[in-house]
């Protein structure tokens, strides 16, 4: 004879199968949230990762996964957050206040190709920015003070957030360190205004990061670089590109046998991929 299921344990079996179902969807979503793209073709001899998001589709492609995952000193992409810090505590009251340049600190020892020739100069947040002049943003950071970044740091839940490097050097061979996803997890949330700062200040380091605008499309980033501790040289670019009525956001990281090798491949090769996908449209 068939037994009847008690009441107690067919609830049971029904929530456990209705949990069942709903990994299932979400696996099923996460699936479909990840675009299946070969970029292979654009890092050939080179060593990188590559991570987009498409903002409508809510729909993320990633080349080289296990790399989108792993943390590398920000360099100068976290000139974005210091930027933030630096307008939000009030050390910085707009784009255009000065730090003058100070020789005996910051000598300029082979300053001889770009960005570095326009370092020797006084500069503004706006042209420090442009032309990622280190030092200012080095003098920054110390106006800043360690506990009000780490503050902010923790509050942007940027990276690893780990400052308890030098407070004017800690994001560059230093203690900060974030993964390619992460950088693109914290551009969407400056984007949609969800970062602990007033719009004021967001809509400034907007401005700033604007590199290309066309009727087409408005391309917005910064590029960061150095050496990492395998000597070879590290390069990022991180930001995000306006068109068509969407936004998508981007975070590439390569290495290079020195600066030079990565300086200028590090904006071509994201480009590159942006045009394939049909996100960054020809004049």
């Known amino acids: 004879m068939q037994r009847k299921l008690t009441t107690p344990l067919f609830i049971v079996l029904l929530v456990v199968s209705g949990a069942a179902c709903t990994r299932a969807q979400n696996l099923n979503a996460s699936a479909a949230r990840t675009a299946d793209e070969d970029l292979s ?28 995952r792993v943390r590398f000193n920000p360099k100068s992409t976290y000139k974005i957050p210091n930027s933030l810090i630096g307008l939000e505590s009030g050390v910085i009251a707009d784009l255009n206040f000065v730090i003058p340049w100070d020789r005996q600190k910051y000598p300029p020892d082979d300053w001889t190709t770009e960005p570095f020739i326009h370092w020797k100069q006084d500069h503004t947040l706006r042209t420090a920015f442009q032309h990622s002049v280190v030092w200012y943003y080095r ?16 509050s942007f839940d940027y990276g690893n957030r780990d400052i308890s490097g ?10 900060l360190k974030i993964s390619a996803n992460e950088q693109v997890e914290f551009l969407k949330k400056l984007y949609t205004y969800r970062l602990p700062v007033s719009k004021r200040s967001i809509d400034l380091v907007k401005e700033i990061m604007v590199r ?18 395998n000597r070879n040289a590290l390069g990022w670019f991180v930001g995000y590109v306006e068109t068509g009525g969407n936004t998508y956001f981007f975070a590439t990281n390569i290495e ?3 600066y030079l090798a990565i300086r200028d491949k590090r904006i071509e090769l994201t480009k590159q991929i942006l045009s394939h996908l049909g996100h960054l449209p020809t004049r």
Do not use: H
Not at 45 to 54: I, M, P, R
Not at 213 to 227: A, N
């Open 41 to 68: 073709r654009f890092f050939k001899n080179t060593e990188g990762a590559f991570v987009l998001y498409d903002m409508k589709r809510d729909r993320y492609l990633r080349y080289n996964e296990a790399r989108c």
């Open 139 to 154: 003098e920054l950071a110390k106006r800043v003070g360690p506990e009000r970044m780490k503050r902010y740091v923790d």
């Open 166 to 175: 030098a407070i004017d050097q800690f994001w560059l061979n230093n203690t």
């Open 212 to 229: 290309e605008r066309t009727p087409l499309y408005t391309l917005s980033g910064k590029t960061g670089g150095g050496s990492i501790e």
């Open 256 to 258: 290079g046998e020195n």
